[in-house]
């Protein structure tokens, strides 16, 4: 409980949707008339955003009307972006109240409101019957979740029999001390990254056979090179991430990449299934 409270202090930003939607019109968008892809810049809140997603999603075999959960949704861009590109019928959870509001103003926006519904609550509670989805996902989600054989029964117990589970988190390469903050932690009260071998074992304990995983490192690196090329001198975009991530957004991503680079930690997809 204490975790997830700093968890959720961590994300707090509290006028988001209005920030958000300021940073559109500023950068040219007609905010009447929103499409999903508009809204990729800052609703995708996980190394390489959208580009990764995809990458990402191709693994799933994915067919119009999959039941599919979203854990620790964030701000719905994966869910909508599922929906909208594969069809998908997504449901979304997310420790943080505004995240979720804010996940489901942005469907409606874009009229995905009857494919995309986000909830707030617990990965570690997930208020959801059994065996009722066809797969699910997490984006960066497990570095916040210490308990992960909890999160991997849960996630188990609500998917259907040879159901998927694909996870791309920030996991741990080699030992050391990491530098805070970073995107998803202010400190190391609320930061769990582990390494890929503990997700599998963990993941084995809760019942999932491992299908694959995927080092994203190489292609972390690349997209850092092109956020620097971008930026090369030129001010902030009105549209990007570090309006999320609040006034130390510059700190954290830099202390992100500066811990890649160093081979401390990388970006890593493992795909799973249900027996
Ligand atoms: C780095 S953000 C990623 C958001 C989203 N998956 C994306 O890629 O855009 C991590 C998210 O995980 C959520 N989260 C962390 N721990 C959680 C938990 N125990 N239960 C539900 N959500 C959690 C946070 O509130 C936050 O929205």
Redo the contacts with the bound molecule.
């Keep these: 409980m204490e975790i997830?409270q700093a968890?959720?202090r961590h994300?707090a930003h509290g006028s988001l949707e209005e920030t958000i939607l300021d940073a559109l019109a500023a950068a040219g968008k007609d905010i009447k008339h929103l499409k999903p892809k508009d809204l990729s810049p800052v609703?995708?809140?996980?190394v390489g955003g959208r580009q990764a997603t995809t990458a990402f999603a191709e693994q799933f075999g994915l067919r119009p009307g999959m039941r599919l959960l979203?854990?620790?949704?964030?701000?719905g861009?994966?869910a909508r972006y599922f929906a909208h590109e594969h069809g998908c019928q997504v449901s979304g959870?997310?420790?943080?109240a505004e995240?979720v509001n804010v996940a489901n103003a942005l469907a409606a926006r874009v009229g995905l409101e009857e494919r995309v519904s986000c909830e707030p609550?617990?990965?570690?509670a997930l208020p959801f019957e059994p065996g009722g989805f066809d797969a699910a996902y997490?984006?960066?989600?497990g570095m916040?979740?210490e308990d992960k054989a909890r999160l991997f029964a849960e996630v188990r117990r609500v998917l259907k029999p040879a159901g998927l589970f694909g996870i791309y988190d920030v996991m741990r390469l080699a030992a050391g001390d990491l530098s805070y903050p970073v995107?998803?932690a202010s400190g190391p009260e609320s930061s769990f990254v582990a390494d890929a071998a503990s997700y599998r074992r963990l993941l084995a304990a809760a019942g999932f056979e491992v299908l694959q995983e995927r080092d994203r490192r190489d292609f972390a690196l690349d997209v850092f090179a092109q956020m620097r090329a971008r930026g090369a001198g030129a001010g902030p975009a009105p549209l990007g991430l570090h309006i999320v991530m609040g006034a130390n957004a510059g700190q954290k991503v830099k202390n992100m990449i500066a811990d890649i680079s160093a081979g401390l930690i990388a970006p890593t997809e493992l795909i799973c299934r249900v027996p």
């Design positions: 997830e968890v959720a994300y609703d995708e809140f996980h979203d854990i620790g949704c964030g701000l861009g994966a959870i997310d420790l943080s995240y609550g617990s990965a570690l997490m984006l960066h989600v916040n979740i995107p998803w």
